[in-house]
């Protein structure tokens, strides 16, 4: 399965967030990626639900939101209603992760659950089979424009080597510090969803970065 890149809108100029959307969309992007931060869960503050139903008028491509909010469960339906078709929620921020999933898949979205770099595999266990998809972060939430933390990398082959063994098809989408140059590898440890943000907006040509990832995705995918 080739892997789809989602380019994070965070590093984008947000006086000018509609021209990013259209220009990722006409360069093959296949997802767009939207950082939703609460000032509590992480110490940054960024967009909300008026912001994604924006981004649903200038593009056909699906929206992937990743909520770094407390009480995510909260969110989950005006996020939907905005036009976000996958969410995904961290493992550290609810004490009720299999009814948020369950509520995320019981409206129609596709519903991903995402760890920090600290937080172990272990804490996905009982939820794998209700996984659309797994966000790793690889960097700790917050900022774009952090450097990959190397310990992420061996965590992605174990959790493709436990999807596969528990016969699954669920995605692993990456986050955080992903660039031109540790992507191929990344890819090749189980990524199948690319998240890039500073590495594609601050680009001399945002565009050609994302073509870049393209066919690095073409090539390397298993
Ligand atoms: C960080 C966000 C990321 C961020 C990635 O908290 O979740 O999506 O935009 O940015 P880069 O690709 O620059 O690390
Ligand atoms: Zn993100």
Redesign the pocket.
């Known amino acids: 399965m080739t892997a789809l890149i989602a380019p994070?809108i965070?590093?984008a100029d947000f006086t000018r967030l509609a021209e990013a959307v259209r220009l990722a969309e006409q360069a093959g992007a296949d997802l767009i990626?939207v950082?939703i931060m609460d000032g509590h869960f992480?110490p940054n503050l960024t967009l909300g639900p008026q912001l994604v139903a924006g981004v649903r008028r200038e593009t056909r491509l699906p929206i992937d939101v990743?909520l770094?909010v407390e009480n995510p469960r909260a969110f989950v339906p005006m996020f939907r209603e905005a036009g976000a078709d996958w969410i995904s929620i961290h493992v550290e921020a609810t004490a009720h992760l299999h009814k948020d999933l369950d509520l995320i898949r019981s409206s129609g979205g596709k519903a991903g659950a995402v760890l920090n770099p600290a937080t172990p595999l272990v804490s996905l266990e009982e939820v794998l089979g209700d996984l659309d998809y797994v966000l790793l972060?690889s960097?700790d939430?917050?900022?774009?424009?952090?450097a990959f933390i190397p310990s992420c990398r061996p965590k992605i082959r174990r959790l493709r080597e436990r999807i596969r063994a528990a016969g699954l098809e669920v995605r692993i989408e990456v986050?955080?510090?992903?660039n031109l140059d540790n992507v191929e590898g990344l890819i090749r440890e189980g990524m199948d969803i690319v998240?890039?943000?500073?590495?594609i907006f601050d680009a001399p040509d945002p565009a050609a970065a994302i073509r870049a990832f393209k066919d690095i995705a073409r090539k390397t995918s298993p």
């Open positions: 994070s965070l590093s990626h950082d992480v990743h770094m972060m960097v939430p917050g900022w774009g424009g952090q986050d955080g510090g992903i998240v890039a943000g500073s590495a």
